[in-house]
């Protein structure tokens, strides 16, 4: 049985299919060694980083890498541009690439380690450095460990990009909420605990008991996996879904339940409403990314406290690695070197330790433990901890073959039909399963 990596497919454009999909994964690489030159002109090689780090989650901290690095040589001249998700990046990448206009470097989420390399034109990184940098061989050995590094590989074992950002679904919860209602300021230990705790906390407090992330299906696979279910489970090299499984209707219902019987959870599908909810005191626990820690550490006026997400009895916990790896998309030679370099930059000890410090992610690299910076943060920052002590417990995000960005919605549909009351559990996760299986089947 293989948990696979989940896919959040786009569907191409036919000017997609005639610019992008030319020599899909295969830019020309042409032989040469050496840093980035400024071109024959005098003028530096200048290069967009496309990311989806806003205001409230790293956005500063992009800024200030992008400026350090440009001020720190003059050959080569960085300029950012954000985009609002992996998703809208990926649609405008589309987009420009067919335009002939694709930026150096973009941010692509773990969810498309298998749509992003089979759809767009990228470069790998062993390529780039076989290519023009002999002396970095042992690069990205020596700074990820293989764990790491292989969330940035498809399944025929291509690597497609830079592991970057790590992350995983915490629960954060109001301590003051908790000792309101009677309950640990610990926070529960157990899924069992978190239900009990969601439910006391609304019956004492007129509060809800918890928000549980939703907007895509990263918790809603935390959920169903940490309670036995797999989402995709290959035979003989044959996909099948299989989150509909007695355990995995067994979890969706107790979830479900919290919602519509306890009243104790909310339904939002709006992560912003549910982080404002939670950061405004009206919901006592939110399981949601380590990510946001800095975002609520800003925002909370409360003694907010995390732990990990809570295991169903006799069953391992399952958290999805979320975030994203690094892919160079440049088509031009020295564009491609100059990727590569600020690449490196953004991966040293220091600068991947400002970057947890920045956004709330766990380290990506081997060295960053090892900076002062990071040391001095999780010092400062104890709602990291649970998200350190989960490293263990990562799992790949699902990557749904076929038609994956259907399949994706269908688990949307699936779980919002649930938690709104309009189907029960045993219906919609039955005729999802089925639906998710004729897409991958085509």
Known sequence: MNIKKKILTLLLSSALLVGALAGCGN??????????AATDSGEKVKIQYWHINGENQG?????????EFNASQDRIEVEGRYNNGYDELLKNLQADTAAGNAPAIVQVSWSNIEYFPANFAYVSPNEIVSSYYPEDSNFLSS?????????????????????????????YYNADLLKAAGLSENGPQSWDEFVAFAKAVKEQTGKFGAYLQEGDTWVLQAILESGGASMLTYEGGAPTATFASDKGKAAMQSYADM?????????????DDGLKAFN??????????????????????????????????????????????????????????????????????????KWVAGTGY??????????????????????????????????QWTAWPGSALEAQQALIDMRDQILGGTKDVNTAMDECQTKVQSLIEG
């Open 362 to 395: 766990v380290p990506a690299t081997k060295g960053a433990e090892n900076s002062q910076i990071l040391k001095d943060y999780l010092g400062r920052n104890p709602l990291m901890q649970a998200a350190m002590n989960q490293r263990s417990n990562a799992v």
């Open 59 to 67: 956005g500063a901290a992009v800024q200030e890498f992008i400026d």
């Open 143 to 171: 700074t990820f460990e293989d764990s790491i590094l292989n969330l940035a590989k498809n399944n025929d074992g291509i690597l497609a990009g830079v592991p970057y950002s790590v992350s995983n679904p915490v629960l």
């Open 280 to 353: 405004d005191g009206e919901v006592a626990m939110c399981v949601s990314s380590i990510a946001k820690a800095t975002n609520i550490i800003n925002s909370a006026n409360f003694d907010v406290r995390s732990t990990t997400f809570p295991e169903f009895s006799g069953e391992q916990r399952a958290v999805p690695a979320g975030g994203c790896y690094l892919a160079i998309t440049a088509q031009d030679t020295e564009e491609q070197k100059a990727a590569w370099e600020f690449i490196k930059f953004l991966c040293n000890d220091d600068n991947s330790a």
């Open 259 to 271: 919602v519509l019987t306890d009243g104790s959870a909310v339904h939002l599908t709006s992560n």
């Open 27 to 36: 830019p020309a690489v042409s032989s040469g060694s050496g840093s980035a």
